[in-house]
């Protein structure tokens, strides 16, 4: 009988009894389920062969008074009977059969004991006795990851830059070099926990692990705290950092960057860095993913004769565009390769949309070439479809 017996299997479901069922009432249902499984009247039958086993498994658990009550506290902590609720007790948070797989099988010792091994061997690692004792508070330490912001300008966020940031972080308190003694002195081990930091606490039949309620987890006492600290061994530390933001960064955009977060203690690697990026909006361009967008107004002479237009681009010199004649309001042109960088080195597309403008006011001069261009138009009505398809259904 292994503790991932008692956490997978449902005692109570195999005998068909509730959990509050009397030891007369399991006697009971043993009896019963025994006379219809056992070997002697099912000869050769595999199936029953094992299910008389786990009848007889299941009544040596909750027949006998101690073990029944192990067996309940084991599921109640672990979330009430995880094999009960969900058939083939999948589900862990973790791999119970790894965990359980080295006591499994071992003779002796009731399971509440194993399970005080087991969680007191993850988080007394290193702990309790040995020689090359390490406490928590020169255990290394990787630093804090830190959020910042920044606030780009359009075209800084297309191109990349690099930014100043002024980053406030919790590290080891420099007075005391993080021990938490005042300069001169030393903190000395915590004798309730040993310098693990970890202390254990019985919970019926269960050992936990928990911090040292005396030095706070640290492992260390400090008779002489440092001023500047108060004792903690941690202090702000504000400091500015360069950091690359890369090209193509869009509004709203988390950028991280390995490793400058906070420094490490004690050998530790440094923490992350998580910078959320505003972008302001630009006058002209615009953008959608990897292609910047614009509007390019054209006169209607333009648009209907053609016409070769000048069309600015986000960084560099203008572009030419060729609109061909008969190009109607709206249409978008796509010059390649004067969009946003990606991370690949590529560039996205500018795709540039043509307005066609009317004139709100006309000279003279204009009004009568329109007026003639009106005459020798007369014939087409550009309405003469829709009327007629108006009308239609
Ligand atoms: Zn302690
Ligand atoms: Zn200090």
Redesign the pocket.
């Known amino acids: 009988m292994s503790t991932k017996d008692y956490l997978e299997k449902d005692y109570y479901a195999v005998l068909g009894v509730p959990k509050t069922a009397t030891a007369d009432e399991i006697k009971k249902a043993y009896r019963k389920l025994a006379r219809q499984y056992h070997p002697d009247t099912n000869q050769g039958d595999a199936a029953k062969e094992t299910k008389f086993k786990e009848v007889s498994e299941a009544y040596d658990i909750l027949s006998d008074g101690k073990r029944r009550k192990e067996y309940d506290e084991a599921r109640t902590l672990f979330g009430s009977g995880v094999g009960g609720q969900r058939p083939g007790g999948g589900g862990f948070p973790f791999d119970f059969g790894d965990l359980f797989g080295g006591t499994a099988g071992q003779q002796g010792g009731g399971a509440g004991e194993r399970l005080g091994d087991l969680f007191g061997g993850l988080f007394n690692r290193g702990g309790a006795g040995g020689s090359t004792r390490t406490t928590s508070a020169t255990r290394p330490r990787r630093g804090q990851d830190v959020e910042s912001e920044v606030t780009l300008s359009f075209t800084e966020a297309v191109e990349g830059t690099t930014v100043s940031l002024r980053l406030t972080s919790s590290a080891a308190?420099t007075?005391?070099s993080g021990t938490?003694a005042k300069a001169g002195t030393t903190p000395r081990v915590c004798p309730t926990c040993e310098g693990t930091g970890a202390a254990s606490r019985n919970l019926g039949n269960f050992a936990f692990s928990e911090p040292c309620r005396d030095c706070k987890g640290r492992g260390l006492l400090v008779d002489d705290p440092?001023p500047?600290?108060e004792g903690n061994?941690r202090?702000k530390s504000t400091r500015t950092i360069q950091a690359r933001i890369p090209a193509g960064v869009a509004d709203g955009q988390r950028v991280k960057l390995k490793g400058k977060g906070a420094p490490g203690e004690n050998g530790g690697p440094a923490g992350d860095l998580y910078i959320l990026t505003h972008v302001k909006p630009h006058h002209v361009f615009g953008r959608t993913g990897d292609n910047l967008t614009i509007t390019v107004p054209v006169t209607f002479s333009e648009a209907a004769l053609g016409a070769e237009i000048k069309v600015p681009t986000l960084k560099g010199m203008p572009v030419t565009l060729r609109v061909p004649a008969g190009t109607p309001n709206g249409r978008t042109f796509r010059v390649r390769g004067r969009g946003v960088t990606r991370k690949d080195g590529t560039k996205g597309d500018l795709l540039a949309s043509v307005e066609v403008l009317v004139p709100k006011t006309l000279d003279d001069k204009s009004r009568e070439l329109l007026n003639e261009f009106n005459t020798a138009t007369a014939g087409d009505d550009p309405r003469a479809d829709l009327i007629q398809r108006a009308r239609s259904e």
Do not use: E, S
């Open positions: 308190c007075a005391c938490g440092c500047v600290c061994g202090a």
